[in-house]
């Protein structure tokens, strides 16, 4: 999978070859990244990004959501995906994070927009589906 957003962003489903520099990437924003995603601290070595790539590979062949590199001229500067997707319900959440040095270019805001619409136009989720049942 590759979405072309303009000429300085792409977005491309994670492959092992992308391990080294995910890992620098996420090596290189450890103190600014373990604030929100609890995973950064235990992700010390390659191989735990190896196998998050592993894990994002099986998740994209059983049709449960992917995750994507965000690639910003040329250059791996974080990570957007869907989580499980509730195909009953047409339903998912999108979870990304953004290298800190690539903050304030406008990269989460495209790669975000463009995972909505492609929810909604390609996978055929719902805009909408209330989890809420009234009991009368």
């Known amino acids: 999978m590759f979405l072309k957003i303009d000429e300085e962003l792409t977005l491309k489903v994670l492959e092992q070859e992308d391990a080294p520099a995910l890992f620098a990437l996420t090596d290189g924003s450890r103190h600014y990244l373990r604030e929100w995603l609890p995973w950064v601290d235990g992700t010390k070595q390659i ?17 449960n959501g992917f995750q994507t590199g965000i690639w910003f001229n040329g250059e791996i500067a974080g990570c957007i995906g869907y989580h499980a997707i509730d195909w009953s319900n047409q339903k998912t959440s999108i979870g990304y994070w953004l290298g800190e040095n ?20 390609e996978l055929d989720l719902n805009r909408w589906k209330s989890d809420v049942v009234l009991a009368i």
Do not use: D, H, P, R
């Open 102 to 121: 690539y903050q304030g270019n406008g990269i989460m805001t495209k790669s975000c927009k463009t995972l909505v619409e492609y929810a909604f136009n």
């Open 47 to 63: 191989e735990s990004t190896e196998s998050f790539i592993q894990f994002c590979q099986n998740q994209q062949a059983s049709n």
